[in-house]
């Protein structure tokens, strides 16, 4: 089997640096490419990302501001935020040898196209391999080296198995599979749905309500990942259950804790504290899609319409509660 022995992680926040960790841990070379020359300085001297305070790199992770370093790796790790992917690849597609592993670690949909993750490195990187790597996993802990556990897809199972092999330590365990398209969808749907949860949290509705949301949160996932050829196995994994019971359930989750900001009162400019909560970007997209395809989504819904400033907490609350009774399904 191919493997990967050379790997290369884009971006030096919180989660390309708890990948990067991870990489190194599980016994790998690997070079960490920053282009933010702030943070790139502070990961060279101080070797620590200004995004995740107090995790010291590996001694053996090289620090570059160079691309074309990062490109020399055998598989890539391609860690930025959703909405900036496509520049990112676009940017290393000339510099990578052909079938080069290029793997999204982004949770996102991209505006305007509607692309996936895998789709964007598809298009801008034809001669790469798209894959994805997603699951409930907190940079934080994975930094740590707590025990945590993901999936890896590509569509050439060999490939995915090289991959989960490769970033395989003793505290992380990747599952491999080749549904990608259902291992990306469900980290972008359970953001938008974190985002509800954290509203009910800091509205105080209680554990029930909490309980209801994440459950019918989940239903809206099945539901658009059946329209968008996701495998139901995937939406019950971890990728897709196990992330959004995660990120439901914890403000250690920036978009569950930009929610409960929101469902204190705070302002949407100001609810996610300078911190990337992707939700806030995919919740827009999810239902544009939805709408698309007919599914039916209103918790998405009415996250959307929270976020576009058209609906206040308290008649979103309301209006999902006053719908016509149905069958549970
Ligand atoms: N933090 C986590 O626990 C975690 C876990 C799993 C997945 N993710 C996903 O990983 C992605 C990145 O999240 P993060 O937590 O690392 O975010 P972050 O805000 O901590 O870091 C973002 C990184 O992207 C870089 N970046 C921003 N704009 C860029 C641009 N235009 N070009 C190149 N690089 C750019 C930044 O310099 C930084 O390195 C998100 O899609 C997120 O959903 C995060
Ligand atoms: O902090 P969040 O909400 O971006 O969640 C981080 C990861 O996606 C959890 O799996």
Redesign the pocket.
């Known amino acids: 089997m191919t493997s990967f022995n050379k790997i290369a992680v884009?971006?030096?926040?919180?989660?390309?640096?708890?990948l990067a960790q991870t990489a190194a841990r599980a016994g790998r070379s690997v070079t960490l490419w920053?282009?933010?020359p702030a943070?790139a300085q502070h990961l060279s001297d101080k070797r620590e990302?200004v995004?995740?305070p107090g995790v010291t790199l590996e001694p053996s992770i090289v620090v570059t501001r160079d691309l074309a370093d990062a490109a020399r790796a055998d598989a890539l790790l391609l860690?930025?935020?959703?909405q900036?992917m496509r520049?990112?690849v676009t940017s290393l597609a000339p510099l990578i040898a052909a079938r080069t592993p290029l793997v999204a670690?982004?949770?996102?949909i991209e505006h305007g196209t509607h692309r996936f993750m895998t789709e964007i490195i598809a298009e801008c990187a034809p001669a790469a391999i798209p894959a994805i790597l997603?699951?409930p996993?907190?940079?934080?802990?994975?930094a740590r080296g707590l025990p945590t556990a993901v999936t890896i897809a590509a569509a050439d199972a060999a490939v995915a198995q090289a991959l989960a092999q490769a970033m395989n330590s003793g505290s992380f365990r990747p599952y491999h599979s080749t549904d990608v398209r259902g291992v990306e969808l469900g980290?972008a749907t359970k953001?938008v749905m974190a985002i509800a949860a954290g509203i009910v949290e800091g509205r105080k509705l209680g554990a029930s309500a909490l309980a209801a949301m994440t459950t019918r949160g989940f239903v809206e996932l099945v539901r658009f990942g059946k329209a968008y050829g996701a495998r139901i196995e995937t939406m019950h994994g971890l990728s897709g259950l196990g992330d959004l019971t995660m990120c439901c359930s914890t403000p250690q989750s920036?978009n569950f804790s930009f929610g409960m900001a929101l469902g204190r009162g705070e302002s949407i400019d100001t609810a996610a504290h300078g911190?990337?909560a992707?939700g806030y970007y995919t919740a827009p997209v999810l239902l544009e899609m939805a709408q698309a395809k007919h599914v039916d989504m209103p918790i998405s819904t009415a996250v959307a319409a929270i976020l576009a400033g058209k609906l206040d907490v308290d008649k979103a609350i309301e209006g999902l509660l006053t719908r016509p009774l149905k069958a549970e399904e």
Do not use: I, Q
Not at 10 to 18: M, N, R, Y
Not at 79 to 82: E, F, Q, R, Y
Not at 105 to 108: H, I, M, S, V
């Open positions: 884009l971006g030096g926040g919180a989660w390309g640096t708890a920053e282009h933010d943070n990302s995004y995740l860690v930025v935020p959703a900036v520049p990112v670690c982004a949770k996102g997603s699951g996993s907190f940079a934080a802990d994975v980290g953001n920036r911190k990337l992707e």
